[in-house]
């Protein structure tokens, strides 16, 4: 039997299939994660709180777990492994940091079962779901894992000064060995609660290139489109007020200073739009998990949803702090249609190092380097600022119905005709450069040939010239030997024949 809801992604799950990961079922994963977390935590609430270490970064903990038990862990009936545990005592600062109680995380990821969500992203990697909606569990690669650890000093130092963050909140990162198989998790924030049901879900990055989604993508239930598809189904964003609009921005900007210095670029904006009208359309039903499509209250995380993780001190932080919201941060469209916004920055551990700068420097070669997505983290981070906060995020503007009325129509027309005119930009742009190269290449080529036909010219004229000074030459001298009576040897002259013939001549007639 299968069940089909909205996961923590905003898409389908099935607990139905059996998939496999690194030649490890998801069952005996999902057990291993469990009976590790479970050890180690437990473990933990051992050691005295303390201050964190420089040091304590770099600790890595290790456990065998034999499936027929041992003294210290508890028979299983999955195959033995090795459970790692990375900077235990800084990830408890973590947790705590965030009002996460030992117990709390203990219950949502070992006494509940695991959700495995059925739609991951295109890096291939698995994810998992706690029941009360709280955390995400993701499969990272080795150098994702190793990079998160030498993030890990500033990433505190991070969270100490700013713990109001749309950047990942990280909860644990830990290791599965078994069968010489190394398979690395990490646990963070789930930012797109089952529990509301998204009418849209989009990956933004702020570039251009292939930032559309697939065919195969819009096919499925809960499809997650790109950057392109945002503008063409939102084409005037979506609209915040004042207050709620520059707290977003503020919060945006000082992430991705963060994210700037620690030279960490590709990352994307995981946005999920509920419309609240087309939710009471549908007969009330905001979400498919929870109920009422409240978390709940004892075990909610501090900073964890979107509007904790933006507002300031003012009045939209009271009007907010009511379960009304479920979380989400309230928006409009250009229509006064109500939106529930949930948002978060995902995708944070790829670094500029050489593979994206080499992957950047071929896409430039062949494409607008600009639109592409990989590019320099300074850049990056401007082009995704300019991004959310002229094409995605709006500032509400007070107008009278008849001015947004007399705006939809008259904007209503002019996007049509901008689409039209938009469809054939791409190839106008294509023609128009290859004409500027045909003609700055035909200049060139006409500048050579010129230049050789004058070289060609000038040879030509200093070589009549050479020729006529010898003509005279040899004129003058022809002259002075029929005139004169004596021998004169010229040695450095070349006369012709006809010239000694006469010089010859004229010595034998002296003699």
């Not at 009471?280 to 964890?304: C, I, K």
């Not at 022809?478 to 013939?501: A, G, M, V």
Request: net charge positive.
């Amino acid at each position: 039997m299968s069940t089909t809801t909205e996961n923590g992604m905003g898409g389908p799950w099935n607990t139905s299939r059996e998939k496999t990961y690194k030649k490890t079922t998801s069952s005996a994963l999902k057990g291993s994660i469990q009976l590790g977390i479970g050890y180690t935590v437990g473990n933990l609430t051992s050691k005295p709180d303390r201050d964190v270490l420089m040091q304590d970064f770099y600790v890595v903990e290790s456990v065998f777990l034999p499936s027929e038990g041992s003294n210290l862990t508890p028979a299983h009936h999955y195959p033995d492994f090795r459970f790692k545990t990375y900077a235990p005592l800084a990830f408890r600062y973590f947790r705590d940091l965030f009002g996460i109680k030992p117990d709390d995380y203990l219950y949502s990821l070992v006494n509940e079962p695991l959700i495995e969500l059925t739609n991951p992203g295109a890096s291939g990697s698995l994810f998992y779901l706690t029941s009360d909606d709280e955390f995400i569990i993701k499969t990272v690669q080795h150098k994702e894992a190793k990079f998160l650890q030498r993030l890990l000093p500033g990433y505190y130092m991070n969270l100490n000064q700013n713990p109001r963050t749309l950047l990942p909140k990280f909860y644990g990162l830990y290791c599965i060995q078994s069968g010489g198989i190394n398979i690395r998790l990490v646990v963070m924030n789930n930012v797109l609660p089952r529990s509301v049901k998204m009418h849209y879900k989009y990956d933004l990055k702020g570039s251009t290139y292939k930032r559309r989604a697939s065919r195969k993508e819009r096919e499925k239930a809960s499809p997650t489109y790109k950057d392109l598809d945002f503008q063409d189904m939102h084409e005037e964003g979506l609209y915040f007020d004042a207050e709620t609009y520059n707290n977003l921005m503020k919060t945006l900007q000082r992430d991705c200073r963060v994210l700037e210095s620690f030279k960490i670029m590709d990352y994307s904006l995981l946005l999920g739009v509920h419309v609240l009208d087309q939710s009471q359309r549908e007969g009330g039903e905001s979400g498919q998990a929870g109920g009422d499509g409240r978390r709940p209250v004892g075990q909610r995380v501090l900073y964890s949803t979107a509007m904790e993780s933006i507002q300031g001190d003012g009045k939209a932080a009271e009007a907010l702090t009511t379960d009304d919201t479920m979380g989400g941060i309230p928006a409009k469209t250009h229509k006064e249609d109500k939106l529930l916004i949930f948002l978060g920055i995902i995708d944070i551990l790829q670094s500029y190092r050489f593979i994206k700068k080499l992957e950047h420097s071929w896409k430039a070669l062949v494409y607008d380097g600009d639109s592409v997505s990989v590019h320099r983290p300074g850049f990056y981070a401007s082009r995704f600022l300019k991004f959310m906060s002229t094409r995605v995020f709006r500032k509400t503007q007070r107008k009278s119905a008849a001015l947004i009325a007399a705006t939809h129509v008259r904007e209503g027309s002019s996007h049509a005709t901008q689409k039209q005119r938009g469809r054939g930009t791409g190839n106008y742009l294509c023609c128009f450069n290859f004409l500027v190269f045909f003609f700055i290449f035909f200049f060139h080529l006409i500048l050579l040939l010129n230049s050789q036909a004058q070289k060609q010219q000038q040879q030509q004229q200093q070589q009549q010239q050479v020729e006529s000074q010898k003509v005279t030459v040899k004129i003058k001298v022809t002259k002075l030997l029929e005139s004169s009576n004596k021998d004169i040897d010229f040695p450095f002259l070349t006369l012709d024949h006809s010239c000694i013939s006469q010089a010859c001549g004229a010595d034998r007639m002296h003699d």
